[in-house]
């Protein structure tokens, strides 16, 4: 490919933010797809000038970074606040790109006056969350990106091995604890060592109210809990989501999703699909945690930016992927006008 050297890149990056600026004000992208699906079409129109160049239109979906063009890959992020602050990619980085050897960052800002900009990776990354999978959080404009604290390059922190990436994590992440917290979630050393935060709950002695707002919550953003009683792993995202958001510790997927005492609380039938009946009950209990969820949590667990407004729309287009037996659209929200 023709285009490899960086300055006529960040050329290309500098036009195509500015003409994303210039159409968000026009009219805001209102979803990061639509936004990064914009970016894909204008870099290919801003490189059609050399034939060697090419932009897959049609990616897979788990990629990364989000655009390929040769040597060069960029990672697409949108927020719908006035903010420039995002989550960003797995540590682990399994999905790469191989011909990739600079990745750039492209941002848009939708809320407050509309913008879009641009920075290289690895200066946009500012933190790694450890709730979900461990993430890097980006930021454009910092002046204190993560790798110049943690002492290594991230070209050189993301070859490798994820053990050794992970004692650079822990290092980092015992530098922010507070005087009696420990990482027991992260921690290296022997299993009677362990310790769990003093705030920790058990999901059995929460009050019913907190149980059924948790139990909507992790049902939104976990999608996978609608798969066949059969399918392993399928409760493991809305545990760990109680556990590393709220501290709570629920011994049995079960307690949560399809156990008779919340599938048929009244105990006045038997038979149907559990997991079905039990979303049913909390249908407005959803569209709440709907409305009031952070982005933030969305971009984790979904990889995508969703207004609130259509989140149960979307909730019902991934629960359809994942359910083998049922159709959730089919059955669950049918009093809403978003599907």
């Given at each position: 490919m023709a285009l490899v050297i960086i300055s006529e890149?960040?050329?290309?990056?500098?036009?195509?933010?500015?003409?994303?600026?210039?159409?968000?004000?026009?009219?805001?992208?209102?979803?990061?797809?639509?936004?990064?699906?914009?970016?894909?079409?204008?870099l290919k129109e801003l490189t059609s000038y050399d034939p060697s160049i090419e932009i897959d239109l049609d990616p897979p979906a788990q990629a990364f970074p989000d655009i390929a063009?040769?040597?060069?890959?960029?990672?697409?992020?949108?927020?719908?606040?006035?903010?420039?602050?995002?989550?960003?990619?797995?540590?682990?980085?399994?999905?790469?790109?191989?011909?990739?050897?600079?990745?750039y960052l492209i941002f848009g800002k939708m809320g407050g006056v509309p913008e879009v900009k641009w920075c290289k990776y690895e200066d946009s990354i500012v933190h790694v969350r450890t709730s979900h999978v461990?993430?890097?959080?980006?930021?454009?404009?910092?002046?204190?990106?993560?790798?110049?604290?943690?002492?290594?390059?991230?070209?050189?922190?993301?070859?490798?091995?994820?053990?050794?990436?992970?004692?650079?994590?822990?290092?980092y992440a015992r530098?922010?604890?507070?005087?009696?917290?420990?990482?027991?979630?992260?921690?290296?050393?022997?299993?009677?060592?362990?310790?769990i935060p003093i705030q920790a709950r058990l999901y059995t002695s929460l009050p019913i109210?907190?149980?059924?707002?948790?139990?909507?919550?992790?049902?939104?953003?976990?999608?996978?809990?609608v798969r066949s009683g059969r399918s392993k792993h399928k409760y493991d995202d809305a545990v760990l989501y109680l556990l590393t958001y709220h501290g709570v510790i629920c011994h049995q997927a079960r307690d949560l999703f399809s156990a008779g005492s919340v599938a048929n609380p009244k105990n006045d039938d038997k038979g149907g699909i559990y997991i079905q009946r039990a979303i049913k009950l909390i249908e407005n209990d959803m569209r709440i945690a709907a409305k009031q969820m952070r982005s933030e949590l969305f971009l984790e667990y979904w990889d995508e930016d969703v207004p609130p407004d259509a989140r149960i729309s979307r909730w019902l287009e991934l629960a359809d992927e994942q359910a083998q037996d049922w159709k959730p659209s089919e059955c669950l929200f049918l009093d809403d006008n978003e599907h």
């Open positions: 890149f960040e050329f290309v990056l500098n036009t195509c933010c500015q003409l994303l600026t210039d159409e968000a004000r026009f009219a805001k992208f209102q979803t990061s797809h639509e936004f990064e699906v914009r970016t894909r079409h204008v063009i040769g040597v060069f890959g960029v990672e697409v992020k949108f927020t719908l606040e006035d903010k420039w602050r995002s989550v960003g990619n797995s540590i682990l980085e399994t999905q790469r790109v191989k011909s990739v050897s600079q990745i461990p993430r890097f959080e980006v930021e454009m404009n910092t002046d204190n990106p993560l790798f110049r604290r943690i002492g290594i390059e991230y070209n050189d922190f993301r070859e490798l091995p994820m053990h050794e990436k992970m004692k650079y994590i822990r290092d530098n922010r604890l507070k005087p009696g917290e420990r990482l027991w979630w992260l921690s290296d050393i022997d299993e009677d060592e362990h310790s109210d907190e149980k059924i707002r948790l139990r909507a919550e992790a049902t939104l953003l976990c999608p996978s809990v």
